[in-house]
T-cell receptor
Framework: AAGVIQSPRHLIKEKRETATLKCYPI?????VYWYQQGPGQDPQFLIS???????DKGSIPDRFSAQQFSDYHSELNMSSLELGDSALYFC????????????FGSGTRLTVV | RKEVEQDPGPFNVPEGATVAFNCTYS??????FFWYRQDCRKEPKLLMS???SGNEDGRFTAQLNRASQYISLLIRDSKLSDSATYLC???????????FGSGTRLLVRP
């Protein structure tokens, strides 16, 4: 069965650079969520989109922005990267806004040097 | 104070042991409760939802006490493959984001 696809799997950037993470939800899933998991930390909610509109916002820095496109894929844009942005970034998708229906992607590991 | 608190462990148990994890949550408006499993450097995967009446899935039993704002997970007959971090997760119907606890690490030894 198709899963949530995230790209790239790994990314190394220098401080102050920009990064773009991509998420392709499960077919027919219309809701996308982004989470950040720092080393030894639990996943923290960043932002979510339902039907291409932002539906909820968590602890996402102003340096980050995200959007969901017409094909339901989503991109997380991160600018002025800081060392503290090094983390695993997970995307999850669901059909409708169902907390019980989450499926997570394998994540993008971002390392800022 | 974190919204969802868990004992970080690690719990180091022999194969076949029974182990219990506890979790407390601070927001009484929480409506949905889950246990997720996360292997090292992998994505969280849903282990089971937790219902007020308690529920069981094979060797796994989850309990919810809304009055005490307490959730538990019992694993019977532990297997080596159960070694992972177990995340207690809550959500509110008014928001569709998941709130994770810091996780409890389980190590099952031969």
């Amino acid at each position: 069965a198709a899963g949530v696809i995230q790209s790239p799997r790994h990314l190394i950037k220098e401080k102050r650079e920009t990064a773009t993470l991509k998420c392709y939800p499960i077919p027919r899933h219309d809701t996308v969520y982004w989470y950040q998991q720092g080393p030894g930390q639990d996943p923290q909610f960043l932002i979510s989109f339902y039907e291409k509109m932002q539906s909820d916002k968590g602890s996402i820095p102003d340096r980050f922005s995200a959007q969901q496109f017409s094909d339901y894929h989503s991109e997380l844009n991160m600018s002025s990267l800081e060392l503290g942005d090094s983390a695993l970034y997970f995307c999850a998708s669901s059909a409708g806004q169902l907390v019980s229906g989450y499926t997570f992607g394998s994540g993008t590991r971002l390392t800022v040097v | 104070r974190k919204e969802v608190e868990q004992d970080p462990g690690p719990f180091n148990v022999p194969e076949g042991a029974t182990v219990a994890f506890n979790c407390t949550y601070s927001n009484s408006a929480s409506q949905s409760f889950f246990w997720y499993r996360q292997d090292c450097r992998k994505e969280p995967k849903l282990l089971m939802s937790v219902y007020s009446s308690g529920n069981e899935d094979g060797r796994f039993t989850a309990q919810l006490n809304r009055a005490s704002q307490y959730i538990s997970l019992l694993i019977r007959d532990s297997k080596l493959s159960d070694s992972a971090t177990y995340l207690c997760v809550v959500a509110m119907d008014s928001s569709y984001k998941l709130i994770f606890g810091s996780g409890t690490r389980l190590l099952v030894r031969p």
